[in-house]
């Protein structure tokens, strides 16, 4: 039901993106800033949880205060790695995030190397088709996010990702027709893979055309978020209410951090500019350790479901 909806989402955008109507960027900004703060960032709030499973051997102690402290290192050096080194923070940021978004959203129950190759290859669409079609427009973005404001920093992360898109669109064709393929029973199944595939083709046709800012906010808080969120509650088992009562203190506290980052990045840009870099260095701060922490699940998961990749 949520791909059905999603599609018909992104079908709208395109639809109005066709007809010539779009927010102005000062609105896109604003509100990519509140859907990141109360649907994006929520849905890693158990993290936590998900460390003390993978710590289940030490004590709840040990294993809690070994969690943050990892958890809040790796924030201290994603955000140094922006004003230190933004080519490889940002490059290592787009890796992570192609990694979980492809094998998060991954149901398939066995998967070989090539397999793999293309779900990280689909995860990845968001951050390279954009580039292949929008290149311009994405350089000038980042040169808005990164710290420094270097144009030549924003096109050579642009150039790398271009030479590696026609790797990257094989391996994501190869995704999408080997998921057709997949040895499922009844039709429901096959039902679900045809669903699969038009959204694989809808988001391609979203990060081609729609403004890159959009496209972000719909497949990230619209698509994965929720989708997290969701999961979060089957994992859990608790009501609706229980939930927003978890989730809430974390999107109040992002939030706050964001009016500070915002603070300190207005003192030396417009007003657009600070909004979009306190929304990415703060969200690939955040990002990059929950982004760490689902790796190591996922890898663990299908090597259980799978016995290894092959």
């Not at 007809?19 to 960032?41: M, N, Q, R, T, Y």
């Not at 943050?68 to 787009?94: D, H, K, N, Q």
């Not at 040895?183 to 959204?199: M, P, T, V, W, Y």
Request: with cysteine; charged share 10%; glycine share 8%.
């Amino acid at each position: 039901m949520h791909s059905l909806v999603i599609t018909t989402l992104v079908s709208l955008v395109l639809l109005t993106h066709a007809c010539g109507l779009a927010l102005p960027k000062s609105a896109e900004v604003i509100i990519l800033a509140f859907a990141v703060s109360f649907i994006g960032l929520p849905h890693g709030a158990l993290d936590h949880a998900v460390g003390r499973r993978l710590l289940r051997n030490f004590s709840p102690l040990s294993a809690y205060g070994f969690f943050f402290a990892a958890y809040l290192t790796v924030v201290g050096v994603v955000i140094t790695g922006w004003f230190v080194s933004p080519l490889v923070t940002v490059l290592g940021f787009f890796a992570l995030s192609a990694w979980h978004f492809g094998l998060e959203e991954d149901e398939r129950t066995s998967v070989n190397l090539l397999h793999w190759f293309g779900i990280v290859a689909r995860g990845g669409m968001v951050i390279w088709v954009p580039v292949v079609f929008q290149a311009n427009e994405v350089t000038r973005l980042l040169g808005l996010i990164l710290p420094s404001g270097d144009l030549t920093v924003a096109s050579q992360i642009v150039e790398i990702v271009r030479v590696l898109s026609p790797i990257l669109f094989l391996f994501t064709l190869y995704d999408f027709v080997s998921s057709g393929r997949e040895n499922r029973a009844g039709n429901f199944a096959k039902r679900s893979d045809r669903i699969g595939q038009l959204r694989i083709v809808t988001f391609f046709v979203l990060f081609s055309l729609a403004d890159p800012l959009v496209s972000f906010a719909i497949y990230f808080c619209g698509w994965h978020s929720i989708r997290g969120l969701v999961h979060l509650r089957e994992q859990t088992g608790w009501p609706a209410s229980k939930m927003l009562g978890r989730l809430m203190p974390l999107s109040v506290a992002a939030l706050v951090l964001f009016g500070i980052g915002f603070l300190f990045a207005l003192n030396r840009n417009i007003f657009s500019q600070a909004i979009l870099q306190t929304v990415f260095v703060g969200l690939s701060a955040v990002a990059i350790p929950h982004l760490l922490l689902h790796v190591v699940t996922d890898s663990v998961r299908l090597n259980q479901v799978n016995g290894g990749v092959s």
